[in-house]
């Protein structure tokens, strides 16, 4: 071993010896603490080179970093914890796959069912759970030793028989109820349970234990696993923001969806902040979220009770004391997520509770808000981070109703995505609600629309939400609007930055010039829309397959044309589709089980010679592509390879784009899938007309209008739905006189060859603009 390697393992000695003294503090190690260490083992910090190696280098191997707040340095939990508990998980995966017996086989597929999780029988889905086992472990390994050296209580025993037994028997948080993953614990061998439990002073000793906690759950489940069930860490600077606002010193919270505790535990362990709740009320479903949010709670060193159910199955009278505040970051799981029965279920419960009519259609956040208001007195407030898809949605209407009639809203917060991304890997865009429980006789106030452009500091947005001023800030800006203004049926996120639009009396919806309908859905596009080389691969013939309009991200300028093909097969990009008009003699059909979650089909059909070589492309699919047999679009169709019909649309509406949208002509015979609506002008406006309108539908005064239509996704990536799309207010060129056709028509034909040559296309549309501000 070499020298710097000797004293690496030297220093972990020294940090430990540190940790266990009892006249010593525990990290945050202060940095003449560690200096003296280093300098005990014969590491000569004093010398500058040594002294900056000693900290950037050393510690960094350690995991340790210099946390401001606590003025020393912390243990990060970083790779060592997280890769120790990866390769130890991947110990127990056979055992899970084949040694365990019936009852636990059960309880671990009703563990897959709560958590949203496929089979037991997948690889994957194994992995997790003896990674989840561990990190249980782990925490309670990590409560054990906040309480053994106050306690003198023995060193845990690393042997899986005895740990949790140990554990229980001196510390017995009731919050810690047994579940399966304690079962799963004994499946390990002592040697790669002490490889995990070595590292829990990472989640002992860390700052922000929630912060810490949530990471590390994260890092150990891959996204597509904690987005089933809508799970979204809470960053700890949005906690910090919206229990600042909602609680005062001494509350008590209620946090249903609790997780890691990221929105009510306390801003730091070792600081008494005037914000830091009495007693925190955690809810969750899940026994591994409430032992985490538990673990930091109580590391946090503040007071906490769980309860482990469904919040929605929660009353008041459920609970030993009442509620000063709720803080909530709800699960954002889709209504197409939700069991039939659970919906229908919370969805009659919910109308029972409100008197509302609610949609079918409500995702689940929806009725957390719901349900939350009966925990609330008038003047107790919450604050809730919810997808902010609802300002524009039909099942949204009925819950603005409902925020206006039951509580102040005193703030609505979202942040651009395109700079500030509060959740990784969610598939929207956040909104925070503040809100305040109020009388039904309560004159209201002003609701304040706050668009954050750049990240803010807690204080400075936390004095927008209960004092911001009309205007622009440094970093967005704060639209005011009197709540008794509000109504539900508009769609509020145009009010995070209104645009004043007048429109022209000369002006239609688009719907009374043209049908506009959405574009084909083939409910698996990656295996029926071909590139030239998987064409030429499986010799597919031509009589089956239409050409097909290039996603939207490939269309470069304001047209499609034929000649533009080439370029897109050099690209190896898809251009055919797959489009059968009548059944093929040879494919099986196939029938979809709800249960399984997948279709069936008989391999007989599959024996025999095609008599086309599509035949064989069908019937590889079937077993071999990875989600073809899960598509319920597909197989609810007879047949299930026949995607619908669909006609030819000359103009082109993407139905997302990342800034403004570009309106398309299609001088081509190729049918559009759904990113794109289509647009089928009355037959008398004639080419001409069409020309007129594509220049009319690129103008700055359209795009403007779009812009307040469109709801933004997740990235900043914006969408236009079908209704708002035909509700576009447009010109008919059979109203205006021939020479100002013309001259628009002309003017697209320039905008379109300027896209293609790369030039500067603003001066083509200002002339548009020009005429049409002339003209209307």
Request: a negative charge.
């Amino acid at each position: 071993m070499g020298l710097e390697a000797r004293r690496r393992g030297q220093i972990e000695e020294v940090i430990e010896q540190l940790a266990a003294d009892g006249h010593a503090l525990p990290p945050p190690f202060s940095e003449p603490e560690l200096y003296r260490a280093a300098a005990s083992v014969g590491i000569p910090v004093w010398e500058p080179e040594v002294k900056n190696r000693f900290t950037g280098g050393i510690l960094d191997r350690l995991n340790y970093e210099w946390d401001p707040v606590a003025q020393g340095f912390v243990p990060v939990v970083g790779e060592t914890l997280i890769g120790a508990i990866k390769t130890a998980a991947e110990t127990v995966v056979p055992a899970l796959n084949s040694e365990i017996s019936q009852s636990l086989r059960r309880r671990l597929e009703d563990w897959c069912e709560l958590h949203g999780f496929d089979s037991l029988e997948h690889t994957a889905v194994q992995t997790i759970i003896a990674r989840q086992a561990l990190l249980s472990v782990l925490l309670q390994a990590a409560l054990y030793e906040r309480q053994r050296k106050q306690h003198a209580w023995p060193q845990l025993d690393t042997n899986p028989q005895t740990t949790l037994r140990q554990i229980e028997e001196r510390t017995g948080h009731p919050g810690f109820k047994a579940c399966v993953l304690d079962d799963v614990v004994q499946l390990f061998e002592a040697t790669d349970l002490e490889a995990v439990l070595s590292e829990r002073h990472r989640v002992l000793y860390s700052s922000q234990p929630a912060e810490s906690i949530g990471k590390l759950y994260e890092a150990l489940l891959p996204s597509e696993y904690r987005r089933t069930i809508g799970q979204h860490r809470t960053p700890p600077e949005i906690g910090s923001l919206m229990q600042t606002w909602a609680t005062s010193g001494g509350d008590t919270v209620l946090d249903p969806g609790m997780g890691a505790g990221g929105l009510s535990t306390p801003f730091h362990p070792r600081w008494d902040v005037s914000t830091d709740p009495g007693d925190v009320t955690g809810i969750d479903r899940s026994p591994i979220a409430a032992r985490m949010g538990i673990t930091a709670q109580t590391l946090a060193r503040q007071g906490t009770t769980a309860q482990l159910t469904d919040f929605l199955d929660l009353a008041p009278g459920d609970l030993d004391h009442d509620v000063d505040a709720v803080v909530c970051n709800p699960p954002y799981t889709r209504y197409q997520e939700l069991p039939a029965e659970y919906r229908a279920e919370r969805n009659a419960q919910a109308e029972d509770q409100t008197g509302v009519e609610i949609p079918g259609t409500s995702p689940l956040y929806a009725y957390f808000l719901y349900h939350l208001r009966q925990f609330l007195d008038p003047g107790d407030r919450t604050a809730v981070i919810v997808p902010h898809a609802f300002l524009a949605r039909d099942y949204g209407t009925p819950l603005k109703r409902f925020l206006l009639r039951e509580f102040h809203v005193k703030a609505l917060l979202m942040s651009d995505p395109n700079t500030e991304s509060v959740f990784e890997n969610a598939q929207t865009t956040e909104l925070i609600l503040f809100l305040e429980a109020r009388s039904e006789d309560d004159d209201t106030d002003v609701t304040r629309f706050i668009h954050v452009d750049e990240k803010q500091d807690v204080p400075s947005l936390t004095d927008s939400v209960r004092n911001g001023r009309q205007g622009e800030t440094e970093w967005g800006v704060v639209h005011c609007v009197e709540q008794a203004d509000l109504a539900p049926e508009q769609k509020w996120e145009r009010l995070f930055d209104p645009i004043d639009v007048e429109t022209s009396p000369r002006l239609t919806p688009l719907s009374e010039l043209a049908d506009v309908r959405r574009g084909l859905q083939t409910g698996e596009n990656d295996f029926f829309c071909l590139t030239q080389e998987t064409i030429d691969a499986w010799r597919i013939e031509q009589r089956f397959l239409e050409r097909m309009v290039p996603k939207p991200e490939y269309i470069e300028g304001y047209d499609v044309r034929s000649n533009d093909w080439q370029h897109h097969h050099d690209n190896d990009r898809p251009t055919r589709l797959l489009y059968h008009t009548d059944p093929v003699e040879g494919v099986p059909a196939t029938t979809y089980d709800e249960e399984a979650g997948r279709a069936k089909w008989s391999e007989a059909t599959t024996t025999e010679e095609p008599a086309v070589s599509v035949v064989e492309y069908l019937r590889h699919g079937l077993p071999e592509h990875k989600t073809l047999s899960t598509r319920t679009t597909v197989h609810r169709r007879e047949p299930w390879y026949c995607v619908e019909r669909g006609d030819v649309a000359p103009i082109l509406i993407p139905s997302m784009s990342r800034s403004g949208i570009r309106f398309l002509l299609n001088e081509t015979n190729a049918r559009h899938l759904n990113s794109y609506y289509g647009v089928y002008p009355d037959p008398a406006i004639g080419r001409t007309g069409k020309k007129a309108l594509l220049a009319y539908l690129n103008s700055t005064f359209v795009d403007k209008i779009v812009s307040q239509e469109q709801h933004t996704l997740s990235s900043g990536l914006k969408k236009i739905e079908p209704g708002d799309a035909k509700d576009i207010p447009v010109i008919d060129p059979q109203k205006f006189p021939d020479t100002v056709v013309s001259t628009l028509a002309d003017s697209f034909d320039d905008l379109r060859e300027a896209a293609r040559r790369n030039e500067d296309e603003e001066p083509i549309i200002s002339r548009i603009d020009s005429v049409l501000e002339r003209e209307l």
